[in-house]
T-cell receptor, first 112, second 116 residues
Framework: GQQVMQIPQYQHVQEGEDFTTYCNSS?????IQWYKQRPGGHPVFLIQ?????EVKKQKRLTFQFGEAKKNSSLHITATQTTDVGTYFC????????????FGAGTQVVVTP | SAVISQKPSRDICQRGTSLTIQCQVD?????MFWYRQQPGQSLTLIAT?????????ESGFVIDKFPISRPNLTFSTLTVSNMSPEDSSIYLC?????????????FGPGTRLTVL
């Protein structure tokens, strides 16, 4: 079955630094979504990528979808303490419309 | 956007009992889902709640253990039956497909279940 792998599992970042989290699928995805979950909170939708090679930006966050639609990345520049949380990718395949397979998540800790 | 509420927010239950979790969406949505999340872990999809028909369960989850209802486009319930300590987890409902599209999945605040 479809597997979505996410690395790294943990990311310790100094405030002001950049970091990237990666998501890889064993199968071609129709689309991929990214979520952020603050400690004690629930996942909050950040963005959806649909097109091969797509790049979207939200302020300091840059999301990419690979050409083969099997991988994606989230890059955060100039990390702030408000970026603390766990970032999940979730992929959907064409034969499982509407159902997203979540990656394990990247837990981000920011040191002031 | 959609706002999702869940009741109860948390509960402590005895082994062998059942708990029904309610999920209410403030808009009509195409799809509703139920997830389980252990603290510090990822989300595992339990089932898709289908309006007017039986839910579609993922591998490892069965209707007898997790009966689900979805009587309309804004409401769903998940029952955790004959509970054991292994069922202790956070249960999240989500909704997708506002106005028939599928772009954003909104999550409820979750129900934190502890089984003694």
């Amino acid at each position: 079955g479809q597997q979505v792998m996410q690395i790294p599992q943990y990311q310790h970042v100094q405030e002001g630094e950049d970091f990237t989290t990666y998501c890889n699928s064993s199968t071609t995805l129709s689309n991929i979504q990214w979520y952020k979950q603050r400690p004690g909170g629930h996942p909050v939708f950040l963005i959806q990528l649909v097109k091969s090679g797509e790049v979207k930006k939200q302020k300091r966050l840059t999301f990419q979808f690979g050409e083969a639609k099997k991988n994606s990345s989230l890059h955060i520049t100039a990390t702030q303490t408000t970026d603390v949380g766990t970032y999940f990718c979730a992929g959907m395949t064409t034969d499982s419309w509407g159902k997203f397979q979540f990656g394990a998540g990247t837990q981000v800790v920011v040191t002031p | 956007s959609a706002v999702i509420s869940q009741k109860p927010s948390r509960d402590i239950c005895q082994r062998g009992t059942s708990l029904t979790i309610q999920c209410q969406v403030d808009s009509q949505v195409t799809m509703m889902f139920w997830y389980r999340q252990q603290p510090g872990q990822s989300l595992t999809l339990i089932a898709t709640a289908n309006q007017g028909s039986e839910a579609t369960y993922e591998s490892g989850f069965v209707i007898d253990k997790f009966p689900i209802s979805r009587p309309n486009l804004t409401f769903s319930t998940l029952t955790v039956s004959n509970m054991s300590p292994e069922d202790s987890s956070i249960y999240l409902c989500s909704a997708a497909g506002l106005a028939g599209g599928l772009d954003t999945q909104y999550f409820g605040p979750g129900t934190r279940l502890t089984v003694l």
